[in-house]
């Protein structure tokens, strides 16, 4: 009863920090290139800060031991790397003035984007039993999907790009395809149970993130790119999407030491 | 020195079984699962050789689908007792299988 309260309201708290921060961006839009830039960095700190600090506290609930505190562990250095990455790249905005492509910045976030899927394995690894054919081939089938659908739309825009340029650039919804089979098979396989939550948002939140890149890839590379573009939105709601996740877990998975049942080791 | 029974026995087997199953994920899941058993049945994790109905309804309504692997894992760890009547009740239970027409004793 106090689960569903607290996962209903958790929801609830989820819909509206989207619904803000979505119209935030376009009201700043509304008001200049400018305004867009600033009023989208100072939105980067707090989302990037967030996921950090929810993955330090469920890397420290977790420990070192167990498959999911190994999948923890990685998940922190995931968010620790776009989290230098986005800093990187604020750095780059206030001192150039504008955001440079490709940059040290992508190197971290690429680099990032192993620790998830490593992350994604270890997590589901205890599970993996019930992983069947039929998942694998429904996971694979809408990665499949995705990545076919952005390589088709930016096939055109190859042509007369720098080389360097365009593959960073493709390289982000290639990485996005791959992380997205795991996340499926995840929210496939913990379908009903309370972790389950995590799993639907890392989904939508790597539709969002393969989305955005693609319009990112579009915009860079005819240089209509600039901090704050419509794309930033879901770049947020990513890292949003995400530090909720992570969050429900850290409810679901709560240090009882503090709860009403006075000593835990009676349990045992 | 008070003599453990067969049951006791039994029921530390079941005990150390599922604490190394959940401790092989992790240790808060061992905690949760501990916890919930307590706060919706009243029930510590030796009871469930008797309540193994509970047992499953906690990694279910945890893991949905994906606890079908735990209980594989308990399983495996207690098998070579499954020649003891209340293990092999108790895995029976809990196999996803037969949850649904298991009666407790």
Redesign the interface.
């Known amino acids: 009863m106090q689960n569903n309260l607290q996962h209903s309201n958790l929801k609830k708290f989820l819909s509206i920090t989207i619904a803000a921060t979505g119209l935030v961006l376009l009201i700043a839009n509304l008001f200049g290139k400018d305004t867009a830039s600033i009023i989208s960095l100072t939105l980067y700190i707090p989302v990037t800060v967030s996921l950090v600090v929810v993955s330090i506290i469920i890397s420290k609930?977790?420990?070192f031991?167990?498959?999911?505190?190994k999948a923890w562990i990685l998940f922190l250095i995931f968010a620790i790397l776009w989290f230098i990455a986005e800093r990187i790249s604020l750095y780059y905005n206030l001192t150039l003035g504008e955001e440079l492509f490709p940059s040290e910045a992508d190197a971290f976030w690429l680099a990032g984007y192993p620790f998830l899927f490593v992350f994604t394995i270890f997590y589901?690894k205890?599970?993996?039993?019930?992983i069947t054919k039929k998942i694998i081939f429904v996971a694979l089938a809408i990665s499949i999907i995705v990545l076919t659908s952005t390589l088709y739309i930016t096939y055109d825009q190859n042509i007369g790009t720098n080389l360097l340029e365009f593959s960073t650039a493709i390289a982000y919804p290639i990485a996005d395809a791959i992380i997205l089979v795991p996340a499926i098979i995840g929210m496939m396989?913990?379908?009903?149970?309370?972790?389950?939550f995590l799993w639907s948002l890392m989904c939508i939140a790597i539709i969002f993130e393969t989305i955005a890149d693609t319009g990112y890839l579009f915009a860079a590379l005819d240089d209509t790119y600039y901090q704050g573009h419509a794309v930033d939105v879901l770049f947020i709601w990513y890292y949003v999407i995400f530090t909720f996740g992570v969050y429900h877990h850290i409810t679901?998975?709560?240090?009882?030491r503090k709860?009403?049942?006075k000593n835990?080791e009676?349990?045992? | 020195m008070l003599d453990a029974t067969g049951i006791e026995i039994k029921k530390a087997l079941m005990?150390i079984s599922l604490?190394e199953a959940l401790?092989?994920?992790?240790?808060?899941?061992l905690?949760?699962v501990?916890?919930s058993?307590?706060?919706n049945y009243q029930c510590?994790?030796p009871d469930c050789l008797d309540h193994p109905e509970y047992l499953k309804q906690v990694l279910?309504?945890?893991?949905?689908?994906?606890?079908?692997?735990?209980i594989?894992?308990i399983h495996k760890h207690l098998d070579g007792f499954a020649s003891m009547q209340e293990i092999e009740e108790f895995l029976l239970a809990i196999s996803p299988i037969t949850i649904h027409s298991y009666q407790p004793r």
């Open positions: 609930r977790f420990g031991k167990g498959d999911h505190g589901i205890p599970m993996k039993g019930m396989l913990f379908l009903g149970g309370r972790v389950n679901i998975f709560k240090d009882h709860d009403p049942y835990i009676d349990l045992r | 005990t604490e401790l092989e994920i992790g240790r808060p899941v905690d949760e501990a916890y058993l307590y706060v510590f994790i279910q309504e945890l893991y949905g689908d994906g606890c079908s692997n735990i594989k894992s």
